[in-house]
């Protein structure tokens, strides 16, 4: 179980803007020039609140969240031949734990208040967007209750082509729509900010850019151009891959989803994406439950000074698999060990395990779009670890391009917020945009070593799988 508490992340946001507001003023730039507000969020983790009080009727979900494993399983039972792709012709997805719907409906089930607020109509349904926009904007006194494309694709209850609530899939997944968010663009004004400040100076500055994290990303490293692509390296890791404006449907595994809208009455770009669980959350791991570093960025150091895994393959599959597989029952697991493996191996084996992860996705783009990417551009906390960006690079052979200024998802919903109608401080026309200074990493390994590596670490994926199952984990009895 992975929640968060609501309140706690609408407060955060608060001390985020507080802090920008004084660091304005320390920079002597007058905080009446802001001029639009973008947001930017995890996508898929769900929040449900009360309209009339304003309050979180429970925690968010989390996109990783594993309790509805039993509710995914027991929804394929309504699916002809338990289908798991059987609505990815309206939604681009899989059925799977990932997504909200699922998670909404484990709170219909399980949470009275809930329950019962969606009976009287109290109940209203967002991604994290939703609920800061509805916050910020008054709340519970005339709060803009709206989320953008881009995550209400992550849904499940949206249709990609006619851009819509889909009245045939809440009815599956039995969603009163009433509670659902206004679905609009990614970029136009919402609504106005209804101040919180100590200095009160933000009253009426209109929130103008909304994007989920990885689209917003996408859009922060330019990638306008059909077929260009990004990765974004966070908790989990996000490969997105413009298509352009048409839906192109995975043959691998692959996601496909909305990339962007820029503005009511421009066109609707979509994306292929392959969604990774687990990345930096794996250096996580190493430095809270085993103890092996103090700080992340220990993990660079422990791992260069083996410089290898010795024959060490890590599979961080703590959540199931995601992309390409799809396999909920997969468990963690290390393989490979020796003797002679020691705690560096095993730092090494981590980072590798990440790029490895981005290679079988990469893999999955390239079969579906049929033109291979000459580079991937990099971005997100963990780039700053050379080592990995190395290893990547290594891992894939093609180079591996880090822009400037990794925090990309943060510059691509103040682009979207800039450049929204009624605020139009900038354009974002391909030609209007400067090019990003860039580090990029060239491939150092012979390609066959690459391979070699590549085809062990999929043999330990093969491992890993079908440890699990569900029943064991819900209920004690197993199958």
Same mark, same amino acid.
């Given at each position: 179980?992975?929640?968060?508490?609501? $309140?706690?992340?609408?407060?955060?946001?608060?001390?985020?803007?507080?802090?920008?507001?004084?660091?304005?003023?320390?920079?002597? *730039?007058?905080?009446?020039?802001?001029?639009?507000?973008?947001?930017?969020?995890?996508?898929?983790?769900?929040?449900?609140?009360?309209?009339?009080?304003?309050?979180?009727?429970?925690?968010?979900?989390?996109?990783?969240?594993?309790?509805?494993?039993?509710?995914?399983?027991?929804?394929?039972?309504?699916? @002809?031949?338990?289908?798991?792709?059987?609505?990815?012709?309206?939604?681009?997805?899989?059925?799977?734990?990932?997504?909200?719907?699922?998670?909404?409906?484990?709170?219909?089930?399980?949470?009275?208040?809930?329950?019962? #607020? /969606?009976? !009287?109509?109290?109940?209203?349904?967002?991604?994290? !967007?939703?609920?800061?926009?509805?916050?910020?904007?008054?709340?519970?006194?005339?709060?803009?209750?709206?989320?953008?494309?881009?995550?209400?694709?992550?849904?499940?209850?949206?249709? *990609?082509?006619?851009?819509?609530?889909?009245?045939?899939?809440?009815?599956?997944?039995?969603?009163?729509? $009433?509670?659902?968010?206004?679905?609009?663009?990614?970029?136009?004004?919402?609504?106005?900010?209804?101040?919180?400040?100590?200095?009160?100076?933000?009253?009426?500055?209109?929130?103008?850019?909304?994007?989920?994290?990885?689209?917003?990303?996408?859009?922060?490293?330019?990638?306008?151009?059909?077929?260009?692509?990004?990765?974004?390296?966070?908790?989990?890791?996000?490969?997105?891959?413009?298509?352009?404006?048409?839906?192109?449907?995975?043959?691998?595994?692959?996601?496909?989803?909305?990339?962007?809208?820029?503005?009511?009455?421009?066109?609707?770009?979509? /994306?292929?994406?392959?969604?990774?669980?687990? /990345?930096?959350?794996?250096?996580?791991?190493?430095?809270?439950? =085993?103890?092996?570093?103090?700080?992340?960025?220990?993990?660079?150091?422990?791992?260069?000074?083996?410089?290898?895994?010795?024959?060490?393959?890590?599979?961080?599959?703590?959540?199931?698999?995601?992309?390409?597989?799809?396999?909920?029952? /997969?468990?963690?697991?290390?393989?490979?060990?020796?003797?002679?493996?020691?705690?560096?191996?095993?730092?090494?084996? #981590?980072?590798? #395990?990440?790029?490895?992860?981005?290679?079988?996705?990469?893999? #999955?783009?390239?079969?579906?779009?049929?033109?291979? =990417?000459?580079?991937?551009?990099?971005?997100?906390?963990?780039?700053?670890?050379?080592?990995?960006?190395?290893?990547?690079?290594?891992?894939?052979?093609?180079?591996?391009?880090?822009?400037?200024? @990794?925090?990309?998802?943060?510059?691509?919903?103040?682009?979207?917020?800039?450049?929204?109608?009624?605020?139009?401080?900038?354009?974002?026309?391909?030609? !209007?945009?400067?090019?990003?200074?860039?580090?990029?990493?060239?491939?150092?390994?012979?390609?066959?070593?690459?391979? =070699?590596?590549?085809?062990?670490?999929?043999?330990?994926?093969?491992?890993?799988?079908?440890?699990?199952?569900?029943?064991?984990?819900?209920?004690?009895?197993?199958?």
């Amino acid at each position: 179980w992975v929640e968060q508490d609501p $309140k706690d992340i609408l407060k955060s946001v608060h001390e985020c803007v507080e802090r920008t507001c004084e660091k304005l003023q320390q920079l002597n *730039i007058d905080i009446t020039n802001i001029k639009a507000i973008g947001v930017s969020n995890q996508r898929e983790t769900t929040v449900v609140w009360d309209k009339t009080t304003g309050e979180p009727l429970y925690n968010a979900i989390v996109w990783l969240d594993l309790r509805t494993q039993s509710t995914v399983e027991r929804l394929l039972k309504k699916i @002809p031949g338990k289908n798991k792709a059987y609505f990815k012709s309206k939604t681009g997805l899989p059925l799977s734990t990932y997504f909200s719907a699922v998670k909404l409906r484990w709170l219909l089930d399980n949470v009275e208040e809930i329950r019962q #607020a /969606a009976y !009287d109509g109290r109940a209203l349904f967002g991604t994290v !967007d939703s609920w800061l926009i509805w916050s910020l904007t008054g709340g519970k006194n005339g709060g803009i209750h709206c989320t953008d494309v881009t995550n209400a694709s992550r849904t499940m209850l949206f249709n *990609i082509h006619s851009l819509e609530w889909d009245p045939e899939l809440c009815q599956f997944f039995d969603i009163p729509m $009433k509670m659902l968010p206004k679905v609009r663009s990614s970029s136009e004004i919402y609504g106005l900010m209804v101040c919180f400040l100590k200095s009160g100076a933000l009253t009426g500055v209109p929130i103008s850019g909304c994007l989920g994290d990885q689209s917003a990303a996408l859009v922060g490293q330019m990638c306008f151009q059909d077929g260009q692509a990004k990765n974004t390296y966070g908790t989990g890791c996000f490969l997105l891959c413009n298509t352009g404006q048409k839906c192109v449907f995975s043959e691998h595994g692959l996601l496909t989803t909305i990339a962007y809208k820029l503005g009511r009455d421009k066109p609707v770009y979509y /994306a292929l994406e392959g969604s990774v669980a687990i /990345a930096g959350a794996v250096v996580r791991w190493l430095r809270d439950n =085993l103890g092996i570093v103090q700080t992340s960025q220990e993990i660079e150091k422990l791992a260069a000074e083996v410089g290898t895994s010795y024959g060490c393959y890590f599979v961080p599959a703590f959540s199931g698999l995601y992309a390409p597989y799809w396999e909920p029952s /997969a468990r963690g697991i290390i393989c490979g060990l020796t003797q002679f493996t020691n705690k560096k191996h095993i730092a090494f084996a #981590a980072l590798e #395990a990440v790029c490895f992860q981005t290679r079988e996705i990469l893999n #999955a783009i390239n079969q579906d779009c049929g033109i291979p =990417l000459h580079q991937l551009q990099v971005d997100g906390g963990m780039t700053s670890n050379k080592l990995l960006m190395q290893l990547q690079s290594d891992i894939l052979c093609i180079p591996v391009v880090k822009p400037s200024m @990794p925090e990309t998802t943060a510059l691509g919903a103040a682009m979207a917020a800039g450049a929204a109608e009624g605020v139009g401080i900038w354009s974002l026309n391909p030609g !209007d945009l400067t090019a990003v200074t860039c580090e990029r990493f060239e491939p150092q390994i012979n390609p066959a070593e690459s391979e =070699l590596r590549f085809a062990r670490w999929k043999k330990a994926v093969v491992k890993s799988m079908g440890w699990e199952t569900s029943e064991a984990s819900s209920n004690g009895k197993s199958e």
